[in-house]
Nanobody, 123 residues
Framework: QVQLVESGGGLVQAGGSLRLSCAAS????????MGWFRQAPAKEREFVAA????????YYAESMKGRFTISRDNAKNTVYLQMNSLKPEDTAVYYC????????????????WGQGTQVTVSS
């Protein structure tokens, strides 16, 4: 069982930055890909980014490229999402996810999910 706990959300003005963190409770996440999704009010959850265990493979949703950066520190069992140039439309609950299969992330199918952290971008 993998438990994921997100942190770092909050209120930020448009154009600002936030860094989200997701800590995994399991002692080791060997071979687990990790990633981020988000869900805005009245919208479906959407894929943001994913990173393989080694960090060699990274996926981004097209609309996130250039503004968001995913990274991980396996020694800390933590994945990060650096978000720059934030826009009001980035307002959403951001969820961390983990799964051994990197390919399931763009389809929204990871097995393990965190509780989410709210990000609000004011105009």
């Amino acid at each position: 069982q993998v438990q994921l706990v997100e942190s770092g959300g909050g209120l930020v003005q448009a154009g600002g930055s936030l860094r989200l963190s997701c800590a995994a409770s399991r002692r080791t996440l060997g071979n687990y890909a990790m990633g981020w999704f988000r869900q805005a009010p009245a919208k479906e959850r959407e894929f943001v980014a994913a990173i393989s265990w080694s960090g060699a493979n990274i996926y981004y949703a097209e609309s996130m490229k250039g503004r968001f950066t995913i990274s991980r520190d396996n020694a800390k069992n933590t994945v990060y999402l650096q978000m720059n140039s934030l826009k009001p439309e980035d307002t959403a609950v951001y969820y961390c996810a983990a799964d051994p299969r990197m390919e399931v992330f763009p389809r929204g199918g990871p097995n393990y999910w965190g509780q989410g952290t709210q990000v609000t971008v004011s105009s």
